[in-house]
């Protein structure tokens, strides 16, 4: 398993740590809780069903942009306890990442299609 300090990758994702652990949850306006699937908080989707998710749900909470740039999804984590980001797939997997307690702003990276004239969201 990877660890950082302030930046890392996971395929289409970058996560950037923005601090501690707040000790009072900050209001972020702009923002909607992310809902959880099948019980786990699904950072990145992918197209094949390898989605990439949290270990842990206990402690998180993760927001998500209402209005970020078109084609681009923008994620905010609170994590109380080191948790790690997986890749679900077996074979041709992303290393986990160990994301320490703290506060994190995760992206989903864009791509532009030419063909349909349109940006949208990276997927692996």
Same mark, same amino acid.
């Given at each position: 398993?990877?660890?950082?300090?302030?930046?890392? !990758?996971?395929?289409?994702?970058?996560?950037?740590?923005?601090?501690?652990?707040?000790?009072?949850?900050?209001?972020?306006? =702009? %923002?909607?809780? #992310?809902?959880? &699937?099948? =019980?786990?908080?699904?950072?990145? +989707?992918?197209?094949?069903? /390898? +989605? +990439?998710?949290?270990?842990?749900?206990? =402690?998180?909470?993760?927001?998500? #942009?209402?209005?970020?740039?078109? =084609?681009? *999804?923008? $994620?905010? !984590?609170?994590?109380?306890?080191?948790?790690? $980001?997986? /890749? #679900?797939?077996? @074979?041709?997997? @992303?290393?986990? $990442?160990? #994301?320490?307690?703290?506060? %994190?702003?995760?992206?989903?990276?864009?791509? %532009?299609?030419? %063909?349909?004239?349109? !940006? *949208? &969201?990276?997927?692996?």
């Amino acid at each position: 398993m990877k660890s950082f300090m302030k930046v890392a !990758a996971q395929g289409e994702i970058t996560i950037r740590r923005i601090g501690g652990v707040p000790e009072k949850r900050p209001s972020c306006s =702009g %923002y909607t809780p #992310l809902a959880k &699937e099948k =019980g786990k908080y699904v950072i990145g +989707h992918s197209e094949t069903g /390898h +989605h +990439h998710v949290l270990s842990r749900t206990d =402690g998180v909470d993760v927001m998500v #942009l209402d209005q970020p740039p078109e =084609g681009m *999804r923008i $994620l905010r !984590a609170i994590l109380e306890n080191p948790t790690s $980001l997986d /890749h #679900l797939r077996e @074979h041709d997997t @992303h290393e986990s $990442l160990l #994301l320490e307690p703290g506060e %994190y702003e995760i992206r989903i990276a864009r791509e %532009y299609d030419p %063909y349909t004239e349109i !940006a *949208r &969201e990276a997927a692996d």
